[in-house]
């Protein structure tokens, strides 16, 4: 059942990459996207580059891996679980990110 439910968060985010619409992974989040190999293209973070390497053996991401709280780039935004702001920079950057697609339109 859980490869299945892989499989299709993997179509839908295949789906929201490929047609500019945001995605928003938080901690292990950006493991899925790692394994995927959605990460190896985008700024993004993590808990930490060696959580994520150690999760996935196979993690191509490594010269994209910004350690800070929260990383936006383009329509991906990512953000690591440490510390006590780290969600609300996550959700100022996801708020953030929706004010510019509106207004943009």
Same mark, same amino acid.
């Given at each position: 059942?859980?490869?299945?439910?892989?499989?299709? =968060?993997?179509?839908? +985010?295949?789906?929201?990459?490929?047609?500019?619409?945001? @995605? &928003? &992974?938080?901690? #292990? +989040?950006? @493991? %899925?996207? !790692?394994? *995927?190999? %959605?990460?190896?293209?985008?700024?993004?973070? $993590?808990?930490?580059? /060696?959580?994520?390497? &150690?999760?996935?053996?196979?993690?191509? !991401? +490594?010269?994209? *891996? @910004?350690?800070?709280?929260? =990383?936006? #780039? $383009?329509?991906?935004?990512?953000?690591?679980?440490?510390?006590?702001?780290?969600?609300?920079? %996550?959700?100022? #950057?996801? /708020?953030?990110?929706?004010?510019?697609? @509106?207004?943009?339109?």
């Amino acid at each position: 059942m859980e490869g299945r439910r892989n499989h299709q =968060v993997k179509k839908l +985010a295949n789906f929201c990459f490929g047609n500019n619409i945001s @995605i &928003a &992974a938080l901690c #292990d +989040a950006t @493991i %899925f996207l !790692g394994n *995927y190999r %959605f990460l190896d293209q985008h700024k993004h973070t $993590g808990n930490s580059l /060696s959580y994520l390497k &150690a999760e996935d053996p196979d993690y191509r !991401g +490594a010269k994209k *891996y @910004i350690n800070e709280q929260s =990383v936006s #780039d $383009g329509s991906l935004l990512t953000a690591n679980r440490s510390g006590l702001s780290s969600p609300l920079t %996550f959700s100022f #950057d996801i /708020s953030y990110s929706f004010f510019l697609k @509106i207004r943009n339109h």
